[in-house]
């Protein structure tokens, strides 16, 4: 079994930047693999609405961390500035740097930037082909419907051919634009397994009939996540902090494609195939399917919300607990090369790495 990438998104919003960089140098400490940045606009205490400027300054404080954005509303930008910007993240990280854009939903955000929300897609594939044309080409001449460029980008991204474009969102024209115009697909917080697996079936099949062979080596998933030392605190937590802001944001008019005001007030209807919440054995037991059933492969930790600002378990306590939570047997009896049954081993994630024990020979190796 490939090991399990664990990433988080640290303290968002307000004036909070300087504890989200703490936060950030003592992830990668810890052995994160990843950090990520949303956004969203106008959201008091919660989210900021530029993450390239906040991961630029991630970059000068970290060396071995992915820095990705999870996930930026490309309507709001100029594909050539767009272009520039991630460009230059990719250099000041040393090829780091991930692209997760999608098209936005919230009117109110359009209305701040006058941007059309009916063309919102149109548009996005247009600024794709720009940025991956400025990325890889000398020179671009590009005369589309809604942009015309011309010209060159210095410096080019370190990452060749150019940094990772993943592509988050819903619905059919998005899942084929993530297979065919993208390098990979990255799913919120707000899906159920159910409709992953879903999703997923449908990338898949827009990569074949693309005529796209190359396997896709890595599943990227963001879930909220909640681990306090027992299920009864962590579901407490829930009730104060998570269910706040998903009260106050996707039931309070957000107009989210699949969370709404009638499931967005229920935690139990919310945790079932959704959330990590609970203690760690919890967490592990709610985890297993995703890894098992949607083949996750790199987790993404959404571990603040905006109400929890100050509560007594504190965002470092919570990721303590994460680093145990990634552990689950693999129940299955594969046969092995030679034709025999190989005993089941205990997978152990401990944020970013891997520790694998052989549970016949007792013997324990470690991939980080």
Not at 95 to 107: M, S, T
Not at 146 to 167: A, D, M, N, R, S
Not at 177 to 201: E, F, H, M, V, Y
Not at 245 to 270: C, M, N, Q, V
Request: glycine fraction near 8%.
């Amino acid at each position: 079994m490939a090991r399990l990438k664990v990433g988080f998104i640290p303290i968002e919003g307000g004036h909070y930047y300087t504890d989200a960089l703490e936060e950030v140098v003592r992830g990668e400490d810890l052995g994160f693999a990843s950090v990520w940045m949303e956004e969203h606009h106008s959201v008091v205490n919660h989210y900021w609405p530029s993450p390239l400027p906040v991961l630029a300054g991630f970059a000068t404080r970290t060396s071995r961390v992915i820095l990705g954005t999870d996930i930026l509303v490309a309507p709001f930008y100029h594909p050539a500035r767009l272009a520039e910007d991630a460009a230059l993240i990719d250099v000041m990280s040393d090829g780091r740097f991930v692209l997760g854009a999608a098209i936005g939903y919230k009117p109110d955000e359009f209305a701040l930037y006058g941007a059309d929300l009916e063309k919102r897609g149109a548009r996005f594939e247009e600024q794709l082909a720009i940025i991956k044309g400025l990325w890889t080409q000398d020179k671009v001449s590009f005369k589309g419907r809604y942009f015309q460029v011309e010209g060159t980008l210095e410096p080019k991204p370190v990452t060749k051919p150019h940094p990772p474009i993943w592509i988050g969102g819903w619905g059919d024209i998005t899942l084929r634009r993530a297979a065919t115009l993208a390098d990979n697909w990255i799913p919120g917080p707000t899906a159920d397994l159910p409709r992953l697996l879903n999703g997923k079936k449908q990338f898949l099949k827009n990569r074949a009939d693309a005529g796209l062979t190359a396997p896709i080596t890595e599943w990227p998933l963001t879930r909220d996540v909640i681990i306090a030392e027992t299920d009864r605190e962590a579901r407490e937590l829930a009730e104060r902090h998570i269910m706040v802001s998903y009260r106050k944001e996707y039931a309070g008019g957000w107009k989210h494609p699949f969370i709404d005001a009638s499931i967005a007030t229920d935690l139990d209807g919310l945790m079932k195939h959704r959330f990590l919440i609970g203690g760690p054995d919890q967490v592990r037991k709610s985890l297993e399917p995703f890894v098992t059933e949607y083949g996750l492969t790199h987790l993404i930790c959404r571990l603040f919300f905006t109400s929890r600002r100050g509560c007594p378990s504190g965002m470092a306590s919570s990721r303590s607990r994460a680093s145990r939570c990634c552990t689950w047997r693999s129940r299955s009896r594969r046969p092995t090369a030679a034709g025999r049954t190989a005993t089941p081993r205990t997978i152990s994630c401990r944020s970013g790495s891997t520790r694998i024990r052989d549970e016949a020979s007792g013997t324990t190796s470690r991939t980080s």
